[in-house]
C-alpha cells in the first residue's frame, strides 16, 4: 500500500526563523515519485518540487530546500528565513509504479507570523 | 501560457439535485486529473483521462463521472448530489500520463450542497 504521513497538522514560526516540514510515505515501490505542493489561501495548488526515487540528491531553490533520504523513506521540506507570503497549507505526494495515481499526504498548515 | 481554468469557481445546489463541473488544461496537456478536497479526508483522486479515455479511478460511487473531449478539456459530473458532496474540486493537466509527470493545479470548483 502506498501512504503518505505529514505528522506536523498545522505549525506556526515567526517572521525570519527556518522551519522544516516533515515528510514520510511508504511504498513497495522500488520505482516512485515524491512532490510538494504548496496551497495558499486562494485554493489552488501550486506545484515546488518533484523527485523521483533514484536521485537522492538534496535540492535548493532560494529559501527553500528538500532532503529526501530513502533508507528513512522521508522527504522533508525546509524554509529558511520564512516570510509572511510562506503561510499556506503544504502537501506531500507520492506516484508509485504499482499504483499508478497520486497520493498525498493530509498537508501541513504553516502560519508564519510578522 | 495560461494555466488550468476550472468553471464555474463557486456553486450552490440543493440534495437530490446534478452538477457538471468544467476543466481546461494548460495548452498542450492531454491528462486531465480530478481531485475532491474536504476537510475531513483531505485531498483524495477522482479520475484520471488522457487521450479522451479513463485511465484510473478513485474509490467513488457511480454518481461520480467524468470525461474528456478531443481537446483535451475535461466535465466532471456529480448526480443526485448528497451534502457530503460539499468540497472544493480540483483539476490537474499534465502534458503526459508518465510517473514523473508533475501535476498542475487549477483555482478548484467550491460546491457547496444544501
Known amino acids: 500500500a502506498q501512504k503518505v504521513t505529514q505528522a506536523q497538522t498545522e505549525i506556526s514560526v515567526v517572521e525570519k526563523e527556518d522551519v522544516t516540514l516533515d515528510c514520510v510515505y511508504e511504498?513497495?515501490?522500488?520505482?516512485?515519485?515524491l512532490f510538494w505542493y504548496k496551497q495558499p489561501p486562494s485554493g489552488e495548488l501550486v506545484f515546488l518540487i518533484r523527485r523521483n526515487s533514484f536521485d537522492e540528491q538534496n535540492e535548493i531553490s532560494g529559501r527553500y530546500s528538500w532532503n529526501f533520504q530513502k533508507s528513512t523513506s522521508s522527504f522533508n521540506f525546509t524554509i529558511t528565513a520564512s516570510q509572511v507570503v510562506d503561510s499556506a497549507v503544504y502537501f506531500c505526494?507520492?506516484?508509485?509504479?504499482?499504483?499508478?495515481?497520486?497520493?498525498f499526504g493530509p498537508g501541513t498548515s504553516l502560519s508564519v507570523i510578522p | 501560457k495560461a494555466g488550468v481554468t476550472q468553471t464555474p469557481r463557486y456553486l450552490i445546489k440543493t440534495r437530490g439535485q446534478q452538477v457538471t463541473l468544467s476543466c481546461s488544461p494548460i495548452s498542450g496537456h492531454r491528462s486531465v486529473s480530478w481531485y475532491q478536497q474536504t476537510p475531513g479526508q483531505g485531498l483524495q483522486f477522482l479520475f484520471e483521462y488522457f487521450s479522451e479515455t479513463q485511465r484510473n479511478k478513485g474509490n467513488f460511487p457511480g454518481r461520480f463521472s467524468g470525461r474528456q473531449f478531443s481537446n483535451s478539456r475535461s466535465e466532471m459530473n456529480v448526480s443526485t448530489l448528497e451534502l457530503g458532496d460539499s468540497a472544493l474540486y480540483l483539476c490537474a493537466s499534465s502534458i503526459g500520463v508518465g510517473l514523473q509527470e508533475t501535476q498542475y493545479f487549477g483555482p478548484g470548483t467550491r460546491l457547496l450542497v444544501l
Open positions: 511504498t513497495r515501490d522500488t520505482t516512485y515519485y
Open positions: 505526494a507520492l506516484r508509485g509504479l504499482s499504483y499508478d495515481k497520486v497520493i
